[in-house]
């Protein structure tokens, strides 16, 4: 079980991993609070504590799932500001301090520009219980250094987001055509695996692979080669549903997951992107032909499985004189 819970984590990223941490830990904290409430027979806080209970394990389980993770994170952070007023505001001045661990914990849970407004609106929001326990000096102090914590971490936080998706995109899109990349492929058709064992949900790969490319390359320069296939990367795109996404697999050869979607469907997608490419007149191109396979995923399939139909498809219509579609 903990191997499990260790193996399942370490898939996911740091920002899960601090969720999860915290959801479990303050699971593990409200437990004897709730038993002693029930000694006490003070119904109320056995309520409350239940649903905080509820609310810890429904977040850790979720994260554990990699499902929910974005609702799951803000209503953690939620309960985290509300513990921090809740604490700061009752009980002894030392408990102030625990605005600074808490403000860091709001980062991981929203992004920066909220995490920042909700700072502020904490700060303030306290300022009024604090001023009547603190020295003017020791608030002031306070302040003075939770303002730069804060602001360090905001733009930490930012750079760092920003470096994220810089990284996630380079990792995951193919430089030349902005498509996505092989890695991109194999992440989405694994999900429609996943998709179709869970409910049936059908998808189909269309794969297709440029005519004679080498001849292309040799007539007019790999540079009038490289403009080629991003020509043809925005004609498909211009051909494609908000749902389905175009991958570059290698070279000259590409894919289609068409998601909820019948073979009919990917044929009609596959016939419209010929008819295009067919219109397209570009003076500074020379003209070109692509060859289709498509195939529908099957039960049981692997990505290697489906790819593999789907290319001899693909093979069967360029052995048929290219420019054209064959289905598996
Ligand atoms: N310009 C350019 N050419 C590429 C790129 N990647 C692969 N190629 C070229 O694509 C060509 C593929 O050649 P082949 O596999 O023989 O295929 P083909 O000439 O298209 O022939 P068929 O697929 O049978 O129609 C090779 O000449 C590669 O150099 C690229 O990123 N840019």
């Known amino acids: 079980m903990l191997g499990k819970i260790r193996e399942r984590l370490r898939a996911g990223t740091l920002l899960d991993r601090v969720v999860f941490t915290v959801a479990a830990l303050s699971f593990l904290a409200v437990c004897p609070m709730l038993v002693a409430r029930i000694i006490e027979r003070n119904w109320f806080m056995v309520t409350l504590d239940a649903i905080l209970l509820v609310m810890f394990a429904f977040i850790a389980v979720n994260v554990m799932r990699g499902r929910y993770l974005d609702v799951s994170r803000r209503i953690l952070g939620v309960f985290m500001v509300l513990g921090m007023i809740g604490t700061t505001t009752m009980g002894d001045t030392g408990n102030a301090y625990w605005l600074y661990p808490g403000f860091i914990a709001i980062f991981f849970m929203f992004s920066p520009i909220v995490a920042l407004s909700i700072a502020v609106l904490v700060s303030v929001t306290v300022f009024p219980f604090l001023y009547e326990r603190f020295a003017a000096t020791n608030l002031f ?59 049936n949900a059908s998808n189909v790969l269309i794969l297709f692979d440029m005519d004679h490319f080498k001849r292309l390359n040799d007539a007019h320069g790999h540079v009038t080669g490289d403009s080629v296939l991003k020509d043809v990367s925005n004609i498909v795109q211009g051909c494609l549903r908000s749902t389905d996404k175009l991958y570059r697999l290698g070279g000259e050869e590409f894919g289609i997951i068409v998601r909820h979607a019948l073979l009919s469907d990917a044929l009609g997608i596959a016939q419209k992107i010929r008819q295009s490419i067919d219109n397209n007149k570009n003076e500074h191109l020379p003209d070109y032909t692509v060859s289709f396979g498509i195939a529908e995923l099957l039960k049981n399939e692997s990505v290697e499985d489906w790819m593999s139909r789907a290319d001899k498809a693909l093979y069967q219509s360029k052995q048929n004189g290219r420019d054209q579609i064959s289905i598996a």
């Open 141 to 199: 102090t306070l302040y003075a250094t939770l303002l730069p914590t804060v602001l360090f971490i905001y733009f930490f936080s930012k750079d760092l987001r920003a470096q994220h998706k810089t990284l996630s995109m380079q990792a995951t899109e193919d430089y030349l055509t902005q498509t996505g990349n092989r890695r991109a492929f194999n992440d989405e058709a694994q999900l429609c695996i996943d998709a179709l064992n869970k409910s």
